[in-house]
């Protein structure tokens, strides 16, 4: 078994910003970034975040690719959801792709050669990779500039804070792996489900750290996973959902593992749900893929962080059954979030869908700010409150006086 490096998933997060700090300061200011689904969206989170503190937005979109099979292998690189991005790119246009790991580069490879035979004349002249972490003694694809954080061995197994399935082993009832990662997840996937509970706040916002976010997220996971009904298809809507997307995932398969389920994890993809360009408010990117793939009698579970009026997964909703018509039994699709707000005053000029997510953990009467939605906090002192070693890497370089 390869060695085996476990991240913290609140040094993760300043990583993320490290990178985004890196891409800013070489100059390079993409018009275009699309995360890889599923290690690369939490990281284009972060990527996204420092960019959108100096004042510059990206269309940022997710894109999600097939290709590992197990601990240290790799199989042949699919493409998913590349579809809007070859319709609306331009030659001149810079484009960012980001992942957690740069390894063989396979994935990398496949993606720009699937773009540049989409795009044809339209491909993009400057794209530019941006990952956490490198191993360039795994590298075999090296056409694209690489900006990383950290260079690692190639031998070197990364342990992302949302990974699990790949540490369930047959001859390790016990999960040692897990519980070596952390002893907290390692309880809670034990715990088995849990109520949902109200969180109590005495001031106008509930900001948790990275850390605290993934075992909610993981709570709400194994009541999922241990839940009768089965989902065919997970989507995880972009931005807000995917931080709840991919741990959710994980601890699923987990279970099927520890089952010894023969039954296929669930279809997994993000929709971009944002609409940061013209082009992207007439449609949810990415809904074309599942369009082709749904039938109906499958089940669809729709993922979010926060759920307030359910304005973004009614509109998913709308789009799918405007696609698929018959093709969709909408009886069939369920809504997680981690948060449920039941008190929010939006008015709706239609009856919606879903008014509240058949899964939730916490119910919470404020605003959920995420470790990366830095810019909702408004005041960059209460960022210094809150996570100072975040606050020194956007701000602190700005806040030191300068030298005559």
Excluded at 67 to 92: D, F, W
Excluded at 143 to 149: A, K, N, T
Excluded at 270 to 297: A, F, K, P, W
Aim: aromatic fraction near 8%; glycine fraction near 6%; proline fraction near 6%.
């Amino acid at each position: 078994m390869p060695k085996m490096m476990h991240i913290d998933p609140d040094e993760f997060l300043l990583d993320t910003f490290r990178l985004g700090q890196r891409i800013y300061e070489q100059g390079f200011r993409p018009k275009h970034a699309i995360s890889i689904w599923r290690g690369g969206t939490p990281v284009g989170l972060g990527v996204d975040a420092y960019f959108r503190s100096r004042g510059v937005h990206i269309s940022h979109t997710t894109i999600a690719t097939a290709s590992y099979t197990g601990m240290g292998q790799q199989g042949q690189v699919t493409v998913k959801n590349l579809e809007h991005l070859a319709r609306v790119i331009c030659p001149e246009d810079g484009l960012l792709i980001i992942d957690d790991v740069y390894e063989s580069g396979n994935t990398i490879k496949r993606i720009v050669e699937v773009l540049r035979e989409r795009a044809r004349a339209n491909a993009p002249r400057d794209i530019r990779v941006a990952t956490v972490h490198h191993k360039p003694g795994a590298m075999k694809y090296d056409e694209l500039p690489i900006i990383s954080v950290h260079e690692l061995d190639a031998e070197i197994w990364i342990d992302y804070p949302h990974e699990l399935a790949d540490m369930v082993s047959a001859d390790d009832p016990d999960d040692a792996l897990i519980k070596a990662k952390s002893e907290t997840i390692w309880q809670l996937l034990r715990a088995g489900p849990t109520a949902p509970t109200k969180l109590e706040r005495s001031g106008g916002y509930f900001a948790p750290t990275a850390t605290e976010l993934l075992h909610d997220c993981i709570r709400l996971g194994v009541n999922i996973a241990h839940d009768d009904w089965r989902p065919d298809f997970l989507i995880a809507l972009w931005p807000g959902g995917v931080v709840a997307g991919l741990p959710v995932h994980e601890v699923y398969k987990y279970t099927q593992k520890k089952r010894g389920s023969t039954r296929p994890a669930p279809d997994h993809i993000s929709l971009n749900t944002l609409s940061t360009r013209v082009s992207y408010q007439d449609e949810i990117v990415g809904v074309h893929y599942l369009e082709e793939r749904i039938n109906r009698d499958d089940n669809i579970l729709i993922i979010d962080t926060t759920f307030r009026a359910g304005r973004l997964v009614n509109n998913v909703i709308t789009h799918l059954k405007e696609l698929l018509r018959r093709n969709l039994d909408h009886e069939r699709i369920r809504v997680a979030s981690v948060y449920y707000n039941p008190n929010d005053e939006t008015t709706w000029t239609a009856r919606p869908d879903i008014r509240r997510p058949h899964y939730y953990l916490r119910e919470v009467d404020c605003e959920v700010i995420y470790p990366t939605s830095v810019h909702k906090l408004g005041d960059p002192r209460l960022l210094h409150e809150t996570n100072p070693a975040l606050y020194e890497i956007l701000w602190g370089a700005l806040s030191k006086p300068q030298g005559g």
